[in-house]
């Protein structure tokens, strides 16, 4: 099966109709992608269940506007320095909820293409291409590239000095994790989950640096859960990362730490790399 080809009809040098970007939108709502990681689910208002190829995934509300957004500014319908329409405006044009716009427009921001300015509104900065999303004070790469630094030695230790009580810690966090189906919920267990591996490693410095950068942890998790349907893969690997520990094998800790890790890495990779494929697609 192949995705279905979009189009937004509209006069050369003009601006698309309210009702062909309202169009856009509910076609994107509607189109079916494989493979799945090309336009991942969101599990609040997504079809889930079973795994691909049996069963096929499609787009959140707020992925579809941030397409549609996205594209437009990558396009040049919003240049750089233009306002966007007020939140109000955007709702009524693509028939969405508030809520939904604001996490597409949240989105943007990370993606580096728009900033909010209070009592303002919302501005281009940035026509793209998106190539490093920003999680509060941090860039994506940099965030990797310290935590590759930090978090795979901390995994190795807290394999060897983990107390009974830390594995507690984690096989509770674990099984929360693993029932929560709220993002928030589970994007605050997931950076707890990653400070208790550093507690575990029994060194106040590591702790100290996860403290540092928890915010942007917090930020890329959302982001990730978002747009890259991550929660139920993140679930896997970090009980891949516990049994490791459980085990005590520093090996085994800092081999599931590292592909925690590089599955966070591609699934970004995918996110960023998806407007170029949009714009294929819509052409």
């Given at each position: 099966?192949?995705?279905?080809?979009?189009?937004?009809?509209?006069?050369?040098?003009?601006?698309?109709?309210?009702?062909?970007?309202?169009?856009?939108?509910?076609?994107?709502?509607?189109?079916?992608l494989?493979?799945?990681?090309y336009?991942?689910?969101?599990?609040?208002?997504?079809?889930?269940?079973?795994s691909?190829?049996?069963?096929?995934?499609?787009?959140?509300?707020m992925?579809?506007?941030?397409?549609?957004?996205?594209?437009?500014?990558?396009?040049?319908?919003?240049?750089?320095?233009?306002?966007l329409?007020?939140?109000?405006?955007?709702?009524?044009?693509?028939?969405?909820?508030?809520?939904?716009l604001?996490e597409?427009?949240?989105?943007l921001q990370?993606?580096?293409l728009?900033?909010?300015?209070t009592?303002?509104?919302?501005?281009?900065?940035?026509?793209?291409?998106v190539?490093?999303?920003?999680?509060?004070?941090?860039?994506?790469?940099?965030?990797?590239?310290?935590?590759r630094?930090?978090?795979?030695?901390?995994?190795?230790?807290a394999?060897?000095r983990?107390?009974?009580?830390?594995?507690?810690?984690?096989?509770?966090?674990?099984?929360?994790m693993?029932?929560?189906?709220?993002?928030?919920a589970?994007?605050?267990?997931?950076t707890?989950?990653?400070?208790?591996?550093?507690?575990?490693?029994?060194n106040?410095?590591?702790r100290?640096?996860?403290?540092?950068?928890?915010d942007?942890?917090?930020?890329q998790?959302?982001?990730?859960?978002?747009?890259?349907?991550?929660?139920?893969q993140?679930?896997?690997?970090?009980?891949?990362i516990?049994?490791a520990?459980?085990?005590?094998?520093?090996?085994?800790?800092?081999a599931?730490?590292a592909h925690?890790?590089?599955?966070?890495?591609?699934?970004l990779?995918?996110?960023?790399?998806?407007?170029?494929?949009?714009?294929?697609?819509?052409a």
């Amino acid at each position: 099966m192949h995705a279905k080809k979009l189009h937004i009809e509209h006069k050369p040098g003009k601006s698309p109709t309210l009702c062909s970007r309202a169009l856009f939108v509910a076609e994107l709502l509607t189109t079916v992608l494989w493979p799945a990681e090309y336009l991942p689910v969101n599990l609040s208002d997504s079809q889930t269940g079973g795994s691909f190829p049996s069963v096929p995934r499609r787009v959140s509300a707020m992925e579809a506007v941030l397409t549609y957004l996205r594209h437009a500014i990558e396009q040049g319908e919003y240049a750089v320095g233009d306002k966007l329409p007020s939140e109000a405006e955007l709702c009524r044009r693509l028939e969405v909820s508030r809520p939904v716009l604001r996490e597409a427009l949240r989105a943007l921001q990370t993606m580096g293409l728009t900033a909010s300015r209070t009592g303002k509104g919302t501005f281009v900065i940035s026509s793209g291409p998106v190539e490093d999303p920003t999680f509060g004070d941090y860039t994506a790469s940099d965030l990797l590239e310290v935590r590759r630094h930090v978090e795979l030695p901390v995994a190795g230790y807290a394999a060897v000095r983990r107390s009974a009580e830390d594995l507690d810690q984690l096989a509770h966090l674990l099984e929360r994790m693993e029932r929560e189906t709220d993002t928030t919920a589970w994007v605050a267990m997931d950076t707890l989950f990653h400070l208790t591996i550093a507690q575990a490693a029994r060194n106040p410095v590591f702790r100290k640096v996860i403290e540092e950068i928890r915010d942007a942890l917090a930020r890329q998790s959302a982001f990730l859960n978002e747009l890259g349907d991550r929660r139920e893969q993140a679930n896997r690997e970090h009980r891949a990362i516990v049994e490791a520990l459980s085990d005590g094998s520093e090996p085994d800790a800092v081999a599931a730490m590292a592909h925690h890790l590089q599955r966070v890495e591609t699934t970004l990779s995918t996110i960023v790399r998806r407007g170029s494929e949009t714009d294929d697609r819509t052409a």
